[in-house]
Every structure is written in C-alpha cells, then in structure tokens.
C-alpha cells in the first residue's frame, strides 16, 4: 500500500498540547487506522507516515475514530456527583453511535463501583484510596490506559504524575469532564456523524488552517498563550480559547506515558513518584525563571523529540521506560538532566529535549511554561562538572542556596552557578571563544560561591569541603586573552617550582583551606584570608604583604613569590597600561585558584603590545624566588637578593619621590648581586605605585627574566643615551 507523509504544522514541541497532540494522533492512528504508522520530528513540527494521506487523516478523525474513555470519577467535578455539570456525561450516557460504546461502558462501569461504595460526593483520604484500587479492578480494559496515567497506586497512597494535575485535574478544572464536552461538541452522540464545524476545526489543529470562533473553554496547564487572563487579548482581560480538537487529542496522547511508584535512596519519602521525563525543577536555563519558583512548581518535564521514523509501539516504548542517568544514578532535577543529555546518558535516537516547567502563574493555577530545548549531543565539558560531585560539594551548596533562611545574596549566588552549570553543560558548538567563556563564567560563579563559604562559619558547617578542580578547567577556559592569562598566573601562586615547603597557595588568601585535602582550616590558619572585598589591586597587596610577613616571620629561606604558571610580559604590559578588566580578572583567579595546577601553553611577545615601564624591569628581579634567579644563571649560587623591608611602603606610598627612591634602591641592590649596569635616572612620572606594586606579585614566565635583565640591567654597550633613560621601553 502506498505511504503518505504528512506534515502536521498544528503539532509543534511547543506549547506541551501541541506536543501532546502529536503523540495522541499517532497513538490513534497506529491503533485505529494503520498499525504501521510511523511518525517523527522535523523542522519544528511533527511528520505522520501511514497509508492515510492527508484528506483521509481528517476523514479518519471526522468519521471513524473511537474515543478512548477518559474518566476520573474519584474527582469532584468530574460528572458523576451531583452539582458538576453533567452535559457530556449524560450525552455519552445516552450514545446510540458504536464510536461512543466503549465511553459508555467504562462510565457504567465507573457508576456501579461509586454506588456499591454509595459514595454521594467525591471520596477523600483513605476513602479516596479504596475506591481507586476497586475502579481499577472493574474498568474495561480500554479505561485503563488513561486510570495507569492520571494515577498510581502506591503501597501507602496514590500518587499523581505531575503531567495530568492531580489524577486529571488542576484545582477546579477537571480535565476528563472537559474532555467529553468537547467531544460531545465535536461529534454527535447519537449518529457519531460530526458535528458543524467539525471538519474547520480538525483542519487548524492538524495543519494550522485558519479557523474563526474558536470556543471559549477551559484548556488548563497545556497552553499557556490560550489560558486567557490579563493582556491575553486586545482589551484589559481575554477568555480562554480552544479548539476542541486541540483538546481532545492532546489527552488522547497524555496517556501515552505511563507512571510507576518506586522508591528512592535519595528522599526520606516512602515513595516517590518516578514519571517518565520529569524531574524536580531548576530555574536555570530559563529567563523567565527564578529561585523561588521552584518552590512552587510542580515539576520539569522533558518531552524526547526523534528525528527518524518511529512506530507507536517503540515510541511507547521510549515514553513508558523514560530512562535517564547521570552516572550511576538518576537524575534528579533540571541540572541534573542537562547533564545526563550532554554526557549521552541518553540514547534510543532522541535528538532534542523540549523542556517544560509546572510552574505557580495566574495566582494559584500551574501552567506548562516552555522553558529550552535542549539538543542530545556529547559535550566533554558537562563532564567538568563531575568533579564538583566530589565530597558530595555540588549538592550541598545547591541544598544551602535554597534553604528557607538563606540569605538574599547566597541564594543569587546559587542562581548564577545553577545557570553557569547549566549554559557549561548545554550543547554549543559555536566558537572555541564561545566554549571557553562558558568554562570561565562557571569558574567565576565557583568563585563567588567559595568566596561566601570563606565568610561565614555557618555556611562551612553545610558545606563541609571546597570544590577542587583538575588542570582541564583551566585549559578549557583558556581563551588567551591577557585578562586570563594574569588571572591563571595569579591563581597559580604559591604551587611553582622552587617555592619552599610551607608556602600556602593563593587559595588559601581567599578562603580558609587546610594545607591538606579540601577542607576548611582551624582557626589558627584564617590569619592568611586577606582577598576579601574591594579592587583587584587593592587584594593583590594584601596578599604581596601577607606573604612577605609571614616569610619573614617564619624565616624562611626565600621569597614566596613563585607560581606554577606566569605571565607573559604581553600580558604584564597591558595590566600596567590599565587595558585589562580588573573585575574579571579578579572573578576569574577566585575560581581558578581552586584548580590544581595550572599550566598555560608558551605565547610570544606582540610587536603591538603596550610598552611597560623600564621602572618594573628594574624592580621585578627582586620581587622573584632567589632560586629562580639561580636557575636561570642571572644569580650566583651563594649570592643573595633580598627584598628591602622599607620597599615596598615606598611603593605603596603614593609620593613619586619615594617611589622614584625604591626604584633606586632596588637598582643598587641588582647590581650588588651582579646584575651589572642599571639605567639611571628612572623616576617615578606617570607611575601608579599601588598599580606597580600589584604587578610586581604576579608571576612571570622563567624565560622572560632574562629579558627583563637585559632591559633593566644592559651590558655597557647597550645602555642608551640619558634622554632616553627614563619612562617606558618596548
């Protein structure tokens, strides 16, 4: 037989009825019409393959398609207890069509129990539970697919997936009672012919044809945009709109999901709902969501889109199991997910994940918000986030975000790492630039979060360890920009080769680390936490004193300047030339001080870099672990150069005949130790002191001493002229 296929323009993954539209046209046709039916995603709408061509889709539905009975008799509001409005009930009561005889079956079936029961109103509580379990037993086997996915009968109590409210309805609005109204205005009960303006509307909500008078009617959480309310029309408030085909098919395909009750390690509940695709909901990833939503929200929904042919069966196949892990574990919220998707913890040829959120809107009704989609694509970077899974960090910092006494500000911490986590994990592929800058703002983000752990006891009592991230973060983060390349130099203090044992390294300035291991240190070891607030520079000279103080204080026997990885003087050029951000160098050493080791690949010297002042050249020898100098051969093996204790309050003072005197003194220094000749004369004009001195912590590469040596300290042949003596040299 000849296959047609069909583009269905009126099912989009968005709005979730649309969405669900699809999958109830489908499941109908494969179970109605032709068992071989095939359906997939395709250029934002679904695409039906079966020997049904487009006018014979509409005819099927027009003429020949049995409703499945959809039911909720344990609802109030449903039609089976006095004071619902009872207009479908009755009219399917008294079909005389065959296409209803199943409907009316299943609402006999539903009556006998409730009046075995002699049940006058809805039950409630233990009542509600002992009808559930006797309906289930008596419906015809037709009824059960809708009983299997509005409700789920638990050991202790039934439980309700999220898709369909609470067990088919949302607050007032019963979803099944809706459901036969609008079939009754669709197809008439008693010749099962359809009713006028059927064939309009069966047009719009399979092809999008335009139809004027949609009705006005209840759609619940499904379609936000036709819900009505404020602004929704021309005027000050609109009514809610639908198209009852919309409606009726889009609950035809929510039973296409299925629902189990298991229990979970991870919750202190005697059972949790596992529904397919759902999970706890994350305000990150959307930009109309916050914290506090997720409070009120229901759930996250991720809806699998598939873009190669699939019958009914394995789609229900696919829908029913909903299996997704992350790890060895399943996953558990939005961020969760993300992960999962980005990790391939995902297969069976899902392409994409429309992603919903059950959120509180319009007072107290939940609306199914469209929030991302997502697409099924491998991203090592997500994998960088296992690493904050270590000592359990990821999870206890979330956990304290959202406490109920958390602090405003931690809980817009929690919301910018959550949405860092969540952009570093989300398929790119953009630009190298594009990636590296989602690894940097995570890092910033870690930073942040550690930065409110250092300051406040109460918070390092929740959250017991530091994060602590291997080398790869920083080279994904890598975009070689000077701005990175001072801010790992920074980071990378205190962790170089020739730094002597008992250093401490940069991290813990920023927060209380123990010298082993990641976790919090002893009182005793938070002297050394001085980055705190203010300016880049101003933090670089408390950690420059810090250092020197506690050197000298413990005798050591160099200077704990050294770093695993320096800076270019590319880089140290445009810092003293002001042409870097402060504030993201500053966000951006917070976080990569928690990496281990940092290591940046060798770039040259521009041509077209900011010159640097002949005044840092002469000034940086001594502001460098001796051993390095000696490693290098610009010291002799028991020659010294130390740091003049007054040098650097001239530098800090402000007074450029102070800080011209520093530089001298440094220059006499050098060449004491054997630097040779210094230029003469340098002053101070057009210096910043504070600025140098923040310069002067920052570690260089080892090779570029050399060139700092022979700029500040040439062979006599080499000197210049005296005009040229003193400011900036290339």
């Known amino acids: 037989m000849t296959t047609f296929e069909i583009a269905l323009p009126g099912c989009a993954p968005a709005p979730l009825a649309s969405y669900l539209k699809a999958l109830g046209i489908l499941r109908l046709v494969a179970e109605q019409a032709d068992a071989d039916a095939r359906g997939w995603w395709q250029g934002g709408h679904f695409v039906l393959a079966s020997t049904l061509d487009a006018d014979g889709l509409e005819a099927f539905f027009l003429d020949r398609y049995a409703p499945t009975p959809i039911i909720a008799p344990w609802n109030g509001g449903s039609g089976f207890y ?33 009046d075995a029961l002699g049940l006058q109103a809805s039950p409630k509580n233990e009542e509600k539970a002992g009808f559930l379990a006797r309906l289930r037993g008596a419906l015809p086997d037709d009824a059960l697919a809708w009983f299997d996915a509005a409700v789920v009968l638990g050991s202790d109590q039934p439980l309700y997936p999220p898709l369909l409210g609470t067990g088919g309805n949302d607050g007032r609005l019963d979803f099944t009672n809706n459901f036969m109204q609008r079939l009754v205005e669709l197809l008439d009960p008693l010749t099962g012919r359809p009713m006028p303006g059927s064939a309009a509307l069966i047009g719009e909500a399979l092809f999008g044809a335009p139809v004027p008078g949609l009705l006005s009617a209840a759609v619940g959480q499904f379609a936000p945009g036709s819900a009505g309310g404020p602004n929704a029309t021309a005027g000050l408030e609109g009514d809610s709109r639908v198209n009852p085909w919309d409606f009726v098919l889009m609950l035809e395909g929510a039973m296409v999901f299925a629902a189990a009750a298991t229990r979970r390690n991870e919750t202190a509940d005697a059972a949790a709902l596992s529904f397919p695709f759902t999970v706890r909901p994350t305000a990150a990833g959307s930009g109309h969501a916050v914290l506090k939503d997720e409070g009120s929200s229901r759930a996250e929904l991720w809806m699998p889109l598939w873009a190669r042919p699939a019958g009914f069966a394995e789609v229900r196949g696919l829908l029913a199991e909903g299996r997704i892990t992350l790890g060895h574990r399943p996953v558990r919220d939005g961020l969760d997910f993300v992960r999962a998707v980005s990790s391939l913890g995902v297969d069976r040829g899902i392409s994409r994940f429309q992603r919903f959120g059950l959120m509180m809107r319009s007072g107290k009704a939940y609306l199914a918000t469209p ?231 060798k770039r040259t010297f521009s041509p077209t870099a900011p010159p640097f002042p002949a005044a840092y050249a002469a000034l940086k020898p001594l502001f460098m672990p001796e051993a390095l100098l000696r490693a290098e051969r610009l010291l002799g093996a028991e020659i010294r150069l130390p740091l003049p204790a007054t040098l650097l309050g001239q530098l ?40 140098l001195a923040a310069a002067l912590l920052i570690p260089i590469r080892a090779g570029d001493v050399r060139r700092l040596v022979a700029i500040a300290y040439p062979a006599p042949e080499a000197l210049p002229m005296p005009a040229q003596q003193e400011g900036s040299v290339p």
């Open 652 to 691: 800090l003072s402000g007074d450029h005949r102070r800080i011209a005197d520093a530089i001298r003194q440094a220059q006499s220094r050098a060449c004491v130790a054997g630097f040779g000749h210094s230029f003469r004369g340098l002053g101070a004009a057009g210096l910043e002191g504070r600025r």
């Open 82 to 114: 006095d004071g619902d409005n009872r207009r479908g009930i009755e009219a399917l009561v008294a079909a005389a069509s065959p296409r209803f005889a199943g409907y009316a079956a299943a609402i006999a079936s539903a009556e006998r129990v409730r």
């Open 371 to 601: 929030m991302t989609q997502v697409r099924v694509q491998r991203n090592a970077r997500a994998d960088l986030i296992d690493q904050l899974d270590t000592d359990g960090w990821l999870g206890s910092f979330r956990r304290l975000t959202r406490h109920s006494e958390a602090p405003a500000r931690l809980s817009g911490i929690g919301r910018r790492l959550d949405q860092a986590l969540f952009d570093l994990a989300t398929p790119d592929g953009k630009t190298a630039t594009a990636d590296a800058a989602r690894v940097q703002a995570a890092l910033m983000a870690l930073g942040d979060a550690v930065h409110h752990l250092a300051h406040s006891r109460k918070a390092r009592e929740a959250v017991r360890f530091l994060p602590r991230l291997d080398q790869q973060w920083a080279q994904d983060a890598d975009d070689a920009s000077d701005d990175f390349r001072l801010a790992a130099a920074i980071a990378g203090l205190g962790a170089g080769a020739g730094e002597q044992t008992g250093a401490p390294p940069l991290l813990a300035h920023i927060a209380p680390v123990a010298d082993r291991g990641g976790r919090w240190a002893e009182t005793s070891q938070q002297q050394r936490v001085v980055w705190g607030e203010g300016t880049l520079v101003d933090a670089l000279i408390r950690v420059l004193r810090r250092r020197l103080i506690d050197a000298e204080r413990t005798g050591a026997d160099d200077k704990p300047l050294a770093g695993k990885s320096g800076a270019d003087l590319a880089a140290i050029a445009a810092f003293l030339a002001r042409d870097t951000d402060d504030d993201r160098i500053e966000a951006l050493v917070r976080g990569l001080a928690l990496v281990k080791g940092i290591w940046l690949p």
